[in-house]
């Protein structure tokens, strides 16, 4: 009797043993939103005042190729104007109409320029937002994880999300739990003297609201 008692015991110690060593550790869930604390970076306002300069100086550019293309278009319209003239010899209708299908192909190649422009400017803005925003986004993560360790914290999750329908997976978190401020003022503890603290609206990734060359009375042209 008594080794059957020993042997229960000796079964509950190591079944308890057992238990203990693959129990996990306690979870500690905390959130942070990593969309404010990108926008908010001292980083990210400069970067984007500099997209904004440049898709300036973009718009800026694609006016004054406008204003070329707007010119061809007077000039076309002018030996248009010519080769129709009833007052003109059939030499010099001749010779205006060939003038004008050589400025319509000018104001046609200044319509491809304007196009390839815009685009080239989209895709390189777009990309360095991008190539910007996968280099923040990975150096505030880090900083994020450490400050949830130094916490206590075993996971930490994005209460910004996003989701495939571009809303947070958390629909609540108690505030006790949102380390966001910790991190912001980890991230921004290095920021310059005199750098701005909250970011300015997104820039946009192209002067896509440039005009394209119109070519105004081209319908009946002949080419």
């Known amino acids: 009797m008594k080794n059957s008692i020993k042997s229960l015991v ?3 110690a190591f079944g308890a043993f057992a238990l ?19 926008d908010t970076h001292y980083k990210t306002v400069e970067q984007n005042a500099k997209i904004q300069a440049d898709d300036q100086k973009a718009q800026e550019e694609v006016e004054k190729m406008n204003k070329d293309g707007n010119a061809l278009v007077e000039e076309y319209k002018s030996l ?19 003038a004008a299908q050589a400025k319509l192909e000018a104001i046609q190649n200044k319509q491809r320029e304007v196009q390839t422009f815009i685009q080239n400017t989209r895709n390189s803005l777009g990309q360095r937002l991008n190539t910007f925003r996968s280099l923040m986004l990975e150096e505030i993560s880090k900083v994020a994880a450490d400050v949830a360790k ?7 999750l994005d209460k ?21 401020d910790d991190v912001m003022k980890e991230v921004n503890k290095d920021r310059p003297a005199g750098a701005a603290t909250a970011a300015p609206a997104a820039a946009p990734a192209s002067p896509s609201g440039a005009p394209a060359v119109s070519v105004p009375g081209l319908g009946g042209a002949k080419k």
């Not at 203990?20 to 990108?38: E, I, N, T």
């Not at 130094?150 to 930490?156: A, D, F, I, S, Y």
């Not at 996003?162 to 947070?168: D, H, N, R």
């Open 10 to 12: 000796a079964i509950a």
């Open 20 to 38: 203990g060593a693959f129990a996990q550790p306690a979870v500690k869930v905390l959130v942070v939103d990593m969309a404010k604390l990108y």
């Open 80 to 98: 248009n104007d010519q080769s129709n003239n009833p007052a003109l010899s059939a030499d010099a209708k001749a010779k205006a109409q060939g």
């Open 150 to 156: 130094r916490k206590g914290g075993n996971l930490l």
């Open 160 to 180: 910004a999300g996003p989701t495939a329908i571009g809303i947070s997976n958390i629909v609540y978190a108690d505030a006790a739990f949102d380390i966001t």
